[in-house]
T-cell receptor, first 111, second 112 residues
C-alpha cells in the first residue's frame, strides 16, 4: 500500500462550481500535512499547510481527519486558473525531511 | 530573483555519459532535497541534506552522488547515465527538515 494515496481524477469542474477531493495516508505517526499545486511542466508550489483544526485560504479549505487518516481540499467558486494537479504531502515525525508525495489529483475547470 | 534555482533546465545526453545538475537557494534554508519525477508524475525523494550533512538517502543507485559544498548549494552528479534515468529532477529547500519545501523549476533530463 502506498503511504499517500490520491484519486488521480481528472475532476472536470464547471467554472464557478465547488470541487473537493481527499488524500489518505497510511502512517498514523504523520504530523505535517500540505497541499501543493503543480501546473503542467512546472515545479510544485505550496498551496497551503493543513492544520489540525482545519484552515481556509480564500476559496480553498483544507481539513484533516486524523481518526480516518485523510486530508481534504475543497475549492469554491472554481476559476479556470485552478486547473492543475493537486499534490498531497505528508511528513512523519520519524522521518523529518522526507516529504511523502501523493501522485496527485488532476482538476480541470471548464468554461 | 529566483528563490531556488537549478541548472540546466534541459539536459539531453547519451547513455553512459556523466552529467551534473546544480542547485542553489537564496532563502537561508538549512535543508535541501533532490526529488525525481518520473513519467507517471510521481515525485520521489532521492536525497536530503541538512546543514551540508546527508540525512536521507533513499534507495538510489550509487551512480547518483549528491554534493553540498555549503548549505545554500546542493548539486547532483550522475555517472554512467541510463535510459531509465530520464525524468524531471527537482531541487527543493526548506527552513528546517519539517517545514514546507520550495522547489526549483526542475531539470528535464533525457537520456538517448
Amino acid at each position: 500500500r502506498k503511504e499517500v494515496e490520491q484519486d488521480p481524477g481528472p475532476f472536470n469542474v464547471p467554472e464557478g462550481a465547488t470541487v473537493a477531493f481527499n488524500c489518505t495516508y497510511s502512517n498514523s505517526a504523520s504530523q505535517s500535512f500540505f497541499w501543493y499545486r503543480q501546473d503542467c511542466r512546472k515545479e510544485p508550489k505550496l498551496l497551503m499547510s493543513v492544520y489540525s483544526s482545519g484552515n481556509e485560504d480564500g476559496r480553498f479549505t483544507a481539513q484533516l481527519n486524523r481518526a480516518s487518516q485523510y486530508i481534504s481540499l475543497l475549492i469554491r467558486d472554481s476559476k479556470l486558473s485552478d486547473s492543475a494537479t493537486y499534490l498531497c504531502v505528508v511528513m512523519t515525525t520519524d522521518s523529518w525531511g522526507k516529504f511523502q508525495f501523493g501522485a496527485g489529483t488532476q482538476v480541470v475547470v471548464t468554461p | 530573483d529566483t528563490a531556488v534555482s537549478q541548472t540546466p533546465k534541459y539536459l539531453v545526453t547519451q547513455m553512459g555519459n556523466d552529467k551534473s545538475i546544480k542547485c542553489e537557494q537564496n532563502l537561508g534554508h538549512d535543508t535541501m532535497y533532490w526529488y525525481k519525477q518520473d513519467s507517471k508524475k510521481f515525485l520521489k525523494i532521492m536525497f536530503s541534506y541538512n546543514n551540508k550533512e546527508l540525512i536521507i538517502n533513499e534507495t538510489v543507485p550509487n551512480r547518483f552522488s549528491p554534493k553540498s559544498p555549503d548549505k545554500a548549494h546542493l548539486n547532483l552528479h550522475i555517472n554512467s547515465l541510463e535510459l531509465g534515468d530520464s525524468a524531471v529532477y527537482f531541487c527543493a529547500s526548506s527552513r528546517r527538515a519539517m517545514g514546507e519545501a520550495f522547489f526549483g523549476q526542475g531539470t528535464r533530463l533525457t537520456v538517448v
